[in-house]
């Protein structure tokens, strides 16, 4: 639920905001894992105003980790 609407309003919301336009039942505690967890595995990033934009592209990373000179 909180991914659709990040991808649906990507750089339109800070974070008290995107929990605001949540549908009502979600507890701000448990935003705030799945938030920290969006963040922490790369799939949203904030601007240094604090607005949220989702950055995850699965096409490109297949597309990168199929190149062997990537590779670590």
């Known amino acids: 639920m ?6 649906e309003h990507s750089g339109e919301y800070k974070k008290k905001a995107l929990w ?3 549908p009502k039942g979600m507890m701000y505690q ?3 894992v799945v938030f920290d967890y969006l963040l922490d595995s790369g799939k949203i ?3 240094k105003e604090g607005h ?3 950055i995850w592209n699965p096409e490109l990373v297949k597309k990168y980790l199929s190149k062997p000179e990537l590779w670590v």
Do not use: M, Q, R
């Open 2 to 7: 909180v991914e659709e609407l990040i991808k």
């Open 20 to 22: 605001e336009s949540l």
């Open 45 to 47: 990033a904030l601007d």
């Open 30 to 32: 448990t935003f705030c």
């Open 52 to 54: 949220i934009a989702w």
